[in-house]
């Protein structure tokens, strides 16, 4: 088998394709393509919004809520690799944010963990990002992000694998 860096060729090729349509179906505004990319009880957890579970309850998440409060989104993967069933990717992210209108343009640096089925669908999506800052220079409040945080502080800390560290 041919490898790259110890990772089989294939495993990395077939991890692109799906940031590459996952990208593709968020920029051009697709919940259905986006929810089709999960297996049946896939998981997407959203940072903002939180998590969701199952193809069905993820295309409402992007429909009702993404593309409900922001729009004109970019989705740059960077540097994404794979062992056939865990991948991550380094990523640029950008959106308008709706409310307030014609706040500035929000751009997010992060990163994502994709788990995957054996048969290529995401079964549970995660991400980590520095885009605070951006969220309030684009005008949302310090009450919303501080919301943010502490949700995801509150998961972390729930955490089995977390409980020798508090």
């Known amino acids: 088998m041919t490898t790259l860096y110890g990772l089989p060729l294939d495993a990395a090729a077939s991890f692109r394709t799906i940031v590459d349509r996952f990208a593709a179906a968020v920029e051009t505004g697709d919940p259905p393509a986006i929810a089709a990319l ?6 997407y957890h959203d940072l903002v919004y939180g998590d969701f579970a199952g193809p069905a309850a ?8 993404w593309f409900r409060d ?12 794979s062992d056939g069933r865990t991948g991550y990717a380094h990523w640029l992210h950008s959106f308008e944010l709706k409310n ?4 500035q343009r929000v ?6 963990q994709f788990l995957l089925t054996p048969d290529g669908r995401i079964e ?23 919301h943010i945080m502490f949700r995801h502080d509150d998961a972390v800390r729930a955490r ?3 409980a020798r560290h508090i």
């Open 38 to 43: 999960f297996s049946a009880d896939g998981v």
């Open 58 to 65: 993820i295309e409402r998440m992007f429909r009702d809520k």
């Open 124 to 146: 549970r999506y995660r991400e980590w990002t520095e885009g605070f800052g951006s969220l309030l220079r684009a005008g949302a409040s310090r009450g919303t992000i501080d």
């Open 160 to 162: 089995p694998d977390a």
């Open 70 to 81: 922001a729009g004109a989104f970019r989705w740059q993967m960077i540097d994404p690799v």
């Open 107 to 112: 751009v997010v640096d992060g990163a994502s």
């Open 100 to 103: 307030p209108v014609g706040a």
